[in-house]
T-cell receptor, first 113, second 115 residues
């Protein structure tokens, strides 16, 4: 069964550095998402992406965050200048149709020191 | 806005015990409802779903019924196993004014099943 893949599984970075989290959604999916989960807390929506543009973003998704679909397969989340509070598990998800279940990747654990 | 409230854990049960994890929602209209499961060290997996009132979602012995009158979607399993130990998230599809959709999650309930 096709699945969403995320790399790396764990990223450690210093405060102020830029990070790029990578995702390969399921190939025939059209809607893409990033969520994050701070340790022990709820899963929070960051951003949704469709037709090469952002559909919706949360308050968390400020100017330090950006998303891109540079080619037909990858979907990336960039954090320009990481802060300690950006430490979390970041999940990529995709779906083919609206109102359908999302398929999630296994996540990238980001640790900012 | 749309939101999900679920029973906070942790929940600890013995093998073969009955499980209920409560979930209620606040939403405009009748959103699709989901339960996702997160096993230790893994991502989120869809467990079951229901798309309209009175629908019952079921998978792997788990069930949940979409109750419009009580705005609830409680998760149940008649006999839990050690392998069911995980964090369970109730979620709904929320549609923005602009028409985009996203999943809104509850806080998650950690279940531990002891042999």
């Amino acid at each position: 069964e096709p699945e969403v893949t995320q790399t790396p599984s764990h990223q450690v970075t210093q405060m102020g550095q830029e990070v790029i989290l990578r995702c390969v959604p399921i190939s025939n999916h059209l809607y893409f998402y990033w969520y994050r989960q701070i340790l022990g807390q709820k899963v929070e929506f960051l951003v949704s992406f469709y037709n090469n543009e952002i559909s919706e973003k949360s308050e968390i998704f400020d100017d330090q965050f950006s998303v891109e679909r540079p080619d037909g397969s990858n979907f990336t989340l960039k954090i320009r200048s990481t802060k300690l509070e950006d430490s979390a598990m970041y999940f990529c998800a995709s779906t083919r149709f609206p109102n359908s279940p999302l398929h999630f990747g296994n996540g990238t654990r980001l640790t900012v020191t | 806005g749309n939101s999900v409230t679920q029973m906070e854990g942790p929940v600890t049960l013995s093998e073969e015990a009955f499980l209920t994890i409560n979930c209620t929602y606040t939403a405009t209209g009748y959103p699709s409802l989901f339960w996702y499961v997160q096993y230790p060290g893994e991502g989120l997996q869809l467990l079951l779903k229901a798309t309209k009132a009175d629908d019952k979602g079921s998978n792997k012995g788990f069930e949940a019924t979409y109750r419009k009158e009580t705005t609830s979607f409680h998760l149940e399993k008649g006999s839990v196993q050690v392998s069911d130990s995980a964090v369970y998230f109730c979620a709904l599809i929320s549609t923005s004014q602009g028409g985009s959709e996203k999943l809104v999650f509850g806080k998650g309930t950690k279940l531990t099943v002891n042999p």
